[in-house]
């Protein structure tokens, strides 16, 4: 019998310098990213620590940091989420028409369209929704006024110029469609052919394909398109600061001109105008966008991770 002999260990394959660098600059990105991150936190709470101890009639309002945050809080996460609702069924539907139902000349020049709107500035979704959309929605916030004021969402009264919250909601919308069509699309694109074709066999309509397998497939890129969506429309400054008409307080009633701003565009709008202890209030209320954003972000991540076995390849 032959005396075989074992390895007694694995044995490595060398790497090539090239591939030595390109890792190390892989770890290094990552590492710098986390300081980065790690040091306008701490920024944020060194310079926003002043007006978390300070007195509360010091505090623009006087009634105290929480209270000077709170009203922009909510004024940021309602026209975010309002934003979201109305995106990301659109965003949905435009994937399914451009994967499913499009002529595939047609899908890509919808594709490249909805992709470039990416690429617009936002102070000029801002002028376009101040002088354009804003008159627009005059008339019908009336409406609404008149005939469903029973709802808090249109108690009014209406707004006169339209720079009401929900002109806002409807701006931030059509900005973060690009980004939410994008992530859906691709996700739809990467649906398991022998999974449409199994619904075909069974004898589905389009319809009943794209509901059992496209949109299984795609749930966790429709929820984790939707938080990037969502932590977009956070932290939008100029679109808002332009569009809302602020008078501060927190209110549901999205047509009246008594609206609350929101976090970001309260910053801009009196930063260059504050000194001492409203520099730090501002930095405060900086912190807790930060904050929120980044919860949304790491949420995000956290959905799409937990589907990330669920691939075309498997």
């Known amino acids: ?31 710098l990213i986390l300081v980065v991150l790690a040091g306008v936190a701490a920024f944020l709470l060194v310079e926003a620590w002043p007006a978390v101890t300070a007195p509360a009639e010091d505090i623009p309002g006087g009634e105290g940091v929480a209270l000077y945050v709170w009203p922009l809080l909510f004024g940021t996460l309602l026209s975010a989420l309002l934003a979201l609702a109305i995106a990301a069924p659109l ?4 994937a399914l028409f451009i994967t499913q139902y499009a002529h595939r000349r047609v899908a890509t020049t919808l594709g490249y369209v909805i992709d470039l ?14 002088s354009q959309l804003a008159p627009l929605t005059v008339d019908p916030t009336g409406w609404l006024a008149e005939n469903l004021g029973f709802i808090p969402l ?8 339209g720079r009401t919250m929900l002109t806002v909601a ?24 022998l999974h449409e074709e199994a619904s075909w066999a069974l004898g589905a309509t389009r319809s009943e394909m794209i509901r059992m397998s496209v949109l299984p497939f795609g749930r966790s890129a429709i929820i984790g398109g939707s938080m990037l969506g969502l932590g977009r429309a956070l932290g939008e400054t100029m679109a808002v600061a332009m ?9 549901f009633n999205l047509i009246s001109n008594g609206n609350p701003s929101t976090i970001a565009a309260n910053i801009a709008l009196q930063f260059p105008e504050s000194t001492g202890i409203k520099v730090n209030a501002l930095i405060a209320s900086g912190l807790v966008l930060f904050a929120v954003t980044l919860a949304v972000n790491m949420t995000a991540r956290a959905v799409i991770n937990r589907r990330r076995e ?3 390849a498997n």
């Open 1 to 31: 019998m032959p005396i075989t002999t074992e390895p007694t260990g694995r044995q490595r394959t060398p790497q090539r310098l090239g591939d030595r660098v390109f890792s190390g600059a892989s770890t290094g990105a990552g590492v």
């Open 91 to 94: 965003s949905v539907a435009i």
């Open 117 to 130: 709107l990416a690429a617009v500035p936002s102070i000029i979704f801002g002028l376009w929704g101040v």
């Open 154 to 161: 249109f108690a009014g009264p209406a707004s006169s110029t």
């Open 170 to 193: 409807l701006v931030l919308a059509i900005m973060i469609l690009p980004i939410n069509t994008a992530v859906v699309r691709e996700a739809f694109r990467q649906t398991p052919r």
């Open 243 to 251: 569009v809302l008409s602020t008078s501060g307080g927190v209110t």
């Open 310 to 312: 669920f691939s075309g």
